[in-house]
């Protein structure tokens, strides 16, 4: 998945390169929350986020990298498996990552050219909107991911009752990919629904919140009832 990440993160700054040729020198780059044009700016600024998404590509990889080594000198084969899991993982989340970042940029250039070029003092492209859209997908992809990971402090369920055993952990991210994943479609559909892009950020706050909070409950359920089985085990 890291290839992948990387080709993404290169699409998106060649097509950012290629698609600024066509933009005027000024176009419009921030909006207030009513949508209207608040500041105008160079079309070169665009290449701003295709390097910040390059730089997120190159920490992903020093990550996924870490674990590699770690899978590499570990003699441990349950450590070992931990290890190439996470890093495996790791690209995924940094593929996800990108692709997002990918999108988002070209319905950003979409709305600078249109704006551009009809001279609108409005954005003729919700912004807010796609950003809401693309993080809902972001929590489908994340919510596919978790029950995939083994035990690690990078990604997946990170509370004391998740992480008490492989059980705990298994079980927990099972239901918490689950529970984002739910998260992620209603985000999308309020978003595809509501006209108000501010609200249906707040939404999507919101579900990633409930999300949050029931996979917690589910991980300290799991967790009382291993704890549980441990005592009535030594009896």
């Known amino acids: 998945m890291k290839k992948i990440m990387w080709s993404i993160s290169f699409i998106m700054l060649i097509g950012t390169i290629i698609a600024i040729q066509f933009l005027p020198e000024s176009v419009p780059m921030h909006y207030d929350a009513a949508g209207n044009v608040t500041r105008l700016g160079s079309k070169n600024e665009n290449l701003v986020f295709p390097i910040i998404n390059l730089v997120m590509a190159f920490a992903w990889t020093?990550?996924?990298?870490?674990?590699?080594?770690?899978?590499?000198?570990?003699?441990?084969?349950?450590?070992?498996?931990?290890?190439?899991?996470?890093?495996?993982?790791?690209?995924?989340?940094?593929?996800?990552?990108?692709?997002?970042?990918?999108?988002?940029?070209?319905?950003?250039?979409?709305?600078e050219y249109k704006g551009a070029i009809s001279g609108a003092t409005k954005q003729v492209v919700d912004i807010g909107k796609i950003t809401v859209i693309s993080m809902g997908g972001l929590c489908i992809w994340l919510g596919n991911i978790m029950p995939k990971t083994r035990m690690n402090t990078m990604v997946g369920v990170q509370i004391c009752w998740s992480m008490y055993n492989d059980t705990t952990w298994k079980k927990s991210n099972h239901f918490g990919g689950v529970a984002f994943v739910v998260a992620g479609v209603l985000t999308i559909i309020t978003a595809f629904l509501m006209k108000s892009s501010l609200g249906s950020a707040m939404l999507l706050v919101g579900y990633v919140c409930v999300a949050s909070i029931v996979t917690f409950a589910y991980a300290y359920k799991v967790y009382k009832a291993e704890v549980k089985g441990k005592e009535l085990g030594c009896k």
Do not use: R
């Open 62 to 111: 020093m990550c996924s990298g870490f674990f590699e080594k770690k899978a590499l000198k570990s003699t441990d084969e349950k450590d070992c498996a931990e290890a190439k899991s996470n890093a495996k993982v790791i690209g995924y989340v940094g593929a996800g990552m990108a692709a997002m970042f990918t999108v988002m940029q070209g319905f950003f250039l979409l709305g």
